[in-house]
T-cell receptor
């Protein structure tokens, strides 16, 4: 039973295009929603995170959109670059999560073509 | 440089032969955690620790053990590895609840 469902599993985008990855969650207690970026041979690295008191957060070319009523959040990569080619994971955790546990989505492999 | 260091990076072993994957962090983080990564399943938590001598099970703890005798170290022990434990393993540390995790570079384990 996957509490955070991520889609698509993979996507290909042209350089300069917009990459959009969606996540849906079930646990309404979740209150921290980070996105991680993982390059081959490396561990995931925190990219950007949002809490449900805001509907959008932007950092450079990366934007999280959050829809609390729909229990969905998404990552938008604007002006996608070949260097953005990586696997992206959404995650979520409730407040006071035991061990600061994150529940991860299944991941999206993004390929940006030059 | 702030980092989480795992060793070894790659390991091939046989069924039943005990092994330990080491993990060390230099950021004085309270929380440490082990995750395994499998295609399509994302990362699933195996065990976590909230401080020295405080550990607890995550979502997939069967077949694994951990210990936290020092704040910086959090080894993962497989007493009797089986082929279904073939996976990519990550150690991670975090300063506290609601804060992001810093991950190590991973250990790719193959059990034959």
């Amino acid at each position: 039973q996957q509490q955070v469902k991520q889609s698509p599993q993979s996507l290909i985008v042209q350089k300069g295009g917009i990459s959009i990855i969606n996540c849906a969650y079930e646990n309404t207690a979740f209150d921290y929603f980070p996105w991680y970026q993982q390059f081959p041979g490396k561990g995931p690295a925190l990219l950007i995170a949002i809490r449900p008191d805001v509907s959008e957060k932007k950092e450079g070319r990366f934007t999280i959109s959050f829809n609390k009523s729909a229990k969905q959040f998404s990552l938008h990569i604007m002006d996608s670059q070949p260097g953005d080619s990586a696997t992206y994971f959404c995650a979520a955790s409730p407040p006071q999560a035991a061990g600061n546990k994150l529940t991860f989505g299944g991941g999206t492999r993004v390929l940006v073509k030059p | 440089e702030a980092q989480v260091t795992q060793n070894p990076r790659y390991l091939i072993t046989v069924t039943g032969k005990k092994l330990t994957v080491t993990c060390s962090q230099n950021m004085n983080h309270e929380y440490m955690s082990w995750y395994r990564q499998d295609p399509g399943l994302g990362l699933r938590q195996i065990y976590y620790s909230m401080n020295v001598e405080v550990t607890d099970k995550g979502d997939v703890p069967e077949g694994y053990k951990v210990s936290r005798k020092e704040k910086r170290n959090f080894p993962l022990i497989l007493e009797s590895p089986s082929p279904n434990q073939t996976s990519l393993y990550f150690c991670a540390s975090s300063p506290g609840i609601g804060a992001g995790y810093t991950f190590g570079s991973g250990t790719r384990l193959t059990v034959v």
